[in-house]
């Protein structure tokens, strides 16, 4: 059985920082392909980041070069770093995983991810 158990989110002001963490059980990370959503009120879930089979690092249009997806693989963890955040930014961020052979051709797609994490909430005041 594979869990992906989010924490890091919480209360920033514009500007600021966080490290949102997904710690994974029963899949090894680096073997798959983990992704990063959010979703905001009313709004349609939205790729973040995502890194691929053979390393390549995907991220969002909006994100750019603000966040950084990474991975520790002696911990089984996909990290997003958060940087400049804006109010924009405030969603509930959710950790994904692809173990399908094709999951690294669209890495953007929800579809392209079989498990889910149960979402970590981000808020960022102005």
């Known amino acids: 059985q594979v869990q992906l158990v989010e924490t890091g989110g919480g209360l920033v002001q514009a500007g600021g920082s966080l490290r949102l963490s997904c710690a994974a059980s029963?899949?090894?990370?680096?073997?798959?392909?983990p992704g990063w959503f959010r979703q905001a009120p009313g709004q349609e879930r939205e790729f973040v980041a995502a890194?691929?089979?053979?390393?390549?690092?995907r991220y969002g249009d909006f994100v750019k070069g603000r966040f950084i997806i990474s991975t520790d693989n002696a911990k089984n963890t996909v990290y997003l770093q958060m940087n400049s955040l804006k109010p924009e930014d405030t969603a509930v961020y959710y950790c994904?995983?692809?173990?399908?052979?094709?999951?690294?051709?669209?890495?953007?797609?929800?579809?392209?991810?079989?498990?889910w994490g149960q979402g970590t909430q981000v808020t960022v005041s102005s």
């Open positions: 890194i691929t089979r053979s390393g390549s690092l």
């Open positions: 029963g899949r090894t990370v680096s073997r798959h392909v």
């Open positions: 994904a995983l692809g173990i399908r052979g094709d999951s690294s051709w669209y890495p953007s797609s929800l579809a392209s991810y079989d498990f």
